[in-house]
């Protein structure tokens, strides 16, 4: 139960990021390389390559340093999440170009970071086009529960993104804030031996 609420938490704190980036940092997706690929076409390749060049940056540096140890890859992503934060609320909400497309860039870091540390676990906190995928497969062929579970995860992206657009009209400088909170959540949710790698 631990590990559902947990990995829920964390697709819900994607679906927040990505709104941020999307609508605030640029106009490119922290966690959606396919998404950012169109949007590179569509003109904002400046952003859509900072994004994707952030998500692999940290996708593979996740992978190489904490391997094994993902409560340590979370608190290192939630590290990146507190400096968008208090980056975006000191430039008063506002930031300009080059601040964008480095707040943009961190957010990448870190949903690369929790792309790698929940890779091979499931379900997934940030690849929803797979999850969905896999889980129509399964449902075509008799298995229901994945489909639930994807179910659950794309509702919980939605409401993430859903929840930080809210605040963004209602309480700016809190929008990247909800991010960290379910984050932090996740970290505590996840049993032990989840976080340490022995599940």
């Not at 590290?79 to 497309?101: C, F």
């Not at 062929?141 to 579970?149: A, S």
């Not at 930080?164 to 032990?192: G, K, N």
Request: charged fraction near 10%; charge should be positive; glycine fraction near 12%.
């Amino acid at each position: 139960m631990r590990i559902m609420w947990g990995t829920t938490a964390l697709a819900c704190c994607a679906g927040a990021v990505d709104l941020l980036t999307f609508k605030e940092l640029g106009g490119a997706f922290a966690g959606i390389i396919t998404g950012n690929v169109v949007t590179a076409a569509s003109g904002k390749w400046i952003a859509a390559l900072t994004a994707v060049a952030g998500f692999g940056a940290g996708a593979y540096a996740w992978a190489v340093t904490f391997r094994s140890r993902r409560t340590l890859g979370l608190i290192a992503e939630l590290v990146l999440l507190v400096v968008v934060a208090v980056g975006w609320i000191g430039t008063g909400t506002r930031p300009d170009l080059s601040g964008q497309l480095v707040l943009l860039a961190l957010a990448g870091i870190a949903m690369g970071g929790q792309s790698a540390m929940m890779l091979g676990l499931h379900p997934n906190t940030t690849y929803m086009t797979g999850v969905l995928t896999t889980s129509l497969h399964d449902l075509a062929t008799g298995r229901r529960d994945t489909f639930v579970t994807a179910l659950r995860q794309i509702g919980a992206l939605a409401i993430g993104a859903a929840a930080t657009a809210m605040l963004l009209v209602v309480s700016r400088p809190f929008a990247p804030v909800l991010a960290v909170l379910l984050l932090i959540t996740a970290i505590f949710l996840l049993p032990v031996e989840m976080r340490n790698g022995r599940h």
